[in-house]
């Protein structure tokens, strides 16, 4: 029977699903699957990004956990694409490749003063506060009032950890380091800007709601932002989601004392919509003072136009929550402009000629962008492997297939990889470290210690 020998980069949820689709699905060949990761641990952004005070998304990792001790995936952890392993070398020992190395960058926000001391990308923080290894230990939350732009689930997540108390956050996974450097914390204002209103939101009711379930932090919204156009009433008689995110918002203004002043809280969580960011101003040494921002009103098709109405808030830091971006890998065609691998349905395509690039394959975030939930990537995963299934004919036609081949290049260039059983290691001491102090897990955070940990060394 002919064998399929296929390598998938990325073990975040796109990847690890395209494995199980395909070891389920009905074929006419053998599969066996080799799955790289530059992390020592799987599991992508429901690791590295899915938020600390989620426990519940976090429990997606049981079954993604489920698909990989089948026991029928081979895992090469803390191998990086591009510098561990090349494209060339993937061409050598597998019949084609899937990338699924989703997106791990801030997208950029091109107004004066982005670059700024002070003024952070949210994915940065978010990394931060997740505790991955690459990103630094340490993180200054010496500012008392803080902006965050974007209405998207990922601005509404870092105004959510940024705005509650750490004593709060101690129950979760979060590292001992994330948990000093939020005790220490002299936030006592966040500002949240969108620059639509609040019909055209990207962020979900549910997670809108929760900010108001905060202990000791007042939702602040303004009388001012709810004179809504016809396209916004529309939306909000029409759609849902929006009717429910609308009725949110409608109660946080009822509150007695908190509408547009603030209760007796000793944080606040504000709200501004129509506020467009336009400059980030910095004090004598440089760093974050204030945010300007225009003023909006709506077009009538849902955009936005200027009203020519300059702000200014003061602030000490900035978080610009504006969406992620993929990055390129070595040997790969990429699109710059949208952060992705081109592709038609997960068939790879050449850059300029729009052709297809034989054996190659791409699913989840680097194949769509950088929106949608973990579900998401399953229906990606499943279009990617029907085309990876149909194109048996242009498959690569490897010199050396043979299993041994990987580990033994991978030995020879000196590469400390991690496999299943270390991963297992792994998680099994994060959860010792949190038994004591009864949570459900510390996480480890320095790569080293992660690899020596799977290592067994
Ligand atoms: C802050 C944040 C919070 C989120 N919260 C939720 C939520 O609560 N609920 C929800 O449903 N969705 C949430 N999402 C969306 C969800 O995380 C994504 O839909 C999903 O993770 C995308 O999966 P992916 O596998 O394409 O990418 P990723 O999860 O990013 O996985 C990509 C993997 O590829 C690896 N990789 C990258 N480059 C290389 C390389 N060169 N060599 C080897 N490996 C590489 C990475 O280490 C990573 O493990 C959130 C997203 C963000 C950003
Ligand atoms: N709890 C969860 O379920 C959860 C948590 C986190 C993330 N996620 C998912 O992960 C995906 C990514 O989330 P995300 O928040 O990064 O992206 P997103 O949903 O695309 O939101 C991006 C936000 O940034 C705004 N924006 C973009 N460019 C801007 C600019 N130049 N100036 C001002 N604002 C700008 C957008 O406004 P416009 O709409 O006006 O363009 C939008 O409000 C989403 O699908 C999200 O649902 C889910």
Redesign the pocket.
């Known amino acids: 029977m002919t064998k399929l020998r296929l390598a998938i980069?990325?073990?975040?949820?796109?990847?690890?699903?395209a494995a199980d689709i395909l070891l389920k699905a009905e074929r006419k060949f053998d599969v066996s699957i080799d799955l790289?990761?530059?992390?020592p641990?799987?599991?992508?952004?429901?690791?590295?990004?899915?938020?600390p005070d989620?426990p519940r998304?976090?429990g997606?990792i049981t079954a993604l956990r489920d698909v990989l001790d089948r026991g029928d995936i081979r895992i090469f952890g803390n191998?990086?694409?591009?510098?561990?392993?090349t494209l060339d070398d993937l061409k050598q020992h597998y019949n084609a490749v899937i990338?699924?190395?989703?997106?791990?960058k801030d997208a950029d926000l091109d107004i004066p003063g982005i670059d700024a001391a002070g003024s952070f990308g949210?994915?940065d923080f978010?990394s931060w506060y997740?505790g991955h290894p690459d990103f630094p230990r340490e993180w200054p939350l010496d500012a008392a009032s803080v902006a965050v732009i974007g209405n998207g689930?990922?601005a509404l997540?870092?105004a959510r950890v940024l705005a509650k108390h750490a004593a709060d956050l101690l129950v979760t996974e979060i590292p001992a380091n994330v948990q000093a450097g939020l005790e220490a914390s002299q936030v006592t204002d966040v500002h949240v800007f969108g620059r639509r209103g609040p019909a055209q939101v990207k962020f979900t009711p549910l997670?809108l709601r929760e900010l108001g379930e905060l202990r000791d932090v007042d939702m602040v919204v303004y009388d001012e932002d709810f004179d809504y156009d016809e396209a916004s009433r529309a939306a909000v008689a029409s759609n849902k989601q929006v009717m429910v995110i609308d009725r949110v918002l409608q109660s946080w203004r009822q509150r007695p004392g908190v509408n547009n002043a603030g209760g007796e809280a000793s944080r606040r969580l504000h709200l501004h919509f129509w506020a467009k960011p336009v400059e980030v101003k910095t004090d004598e040494t440089g760093r974050v003072a204030a945010l300007v921002y225009e003023r909006t009103r709506p077009d009538a098709e849902g955009g936005v136009v200027g009203t020519g109405e300059l702000r200014e808030v003061p602030i000490q830091q900035l978080y610009r929550a504006v969406g992620?971006f993929g990055?390129p890998?070595?040997g790969v065609p990429f699109d710059k402009k949208h952060g992705v691998i081109p592709n038609h349905e997960g068939q790879v395509l050449h850059k300029d000629s729009n052709e297809r690039v034989p054996g190659v394959y791409a699913?989840?975030?680097?194949?769509?962008g950088?929106?949608?939930?973990?579900?998401?990537?399953k229906s990606?995963a499943m279009e990617t492997i029907s085309h990876l299934i149909n194109d048996q004919a242009s498959w690569w036609q490897p010199a050396d297939p043979s299993v041994e081949a990987i580990p033994a290049l991978l030995a020879s260039r000196g590469v400390a990889w991690t496999d299943l059983d270390g991963w297992h290691r792994l998680d099994e001491h994060e959860v010792a470290l949190g038994a004591p102090h009864e949570r459900a897990r510390i996480k480890v955070v320095d790569r080293d210690e992660m690899v020596r940990v799977s290592r067994g060394e």
């Open positions: 980069v990325g073990a975040g949820p796109a990847g690890i699903y790289f990761d530059h992390l641990a799987p599991y992508g952004l429901v690791r590295y990004g899915v938020a989620h998304i976090k997606i191998v990086r694409f591009g510098e561990d392993i990338f699924a190395t989703g997106a791990i949210a994915a978010v997740d689930n990922v997540d870092v997670e992620y990055s890998l070595p699913t989840g975030w680097i194949k769509r950088p929106v949608g939930l973990i579900g998401h990537t990606d």
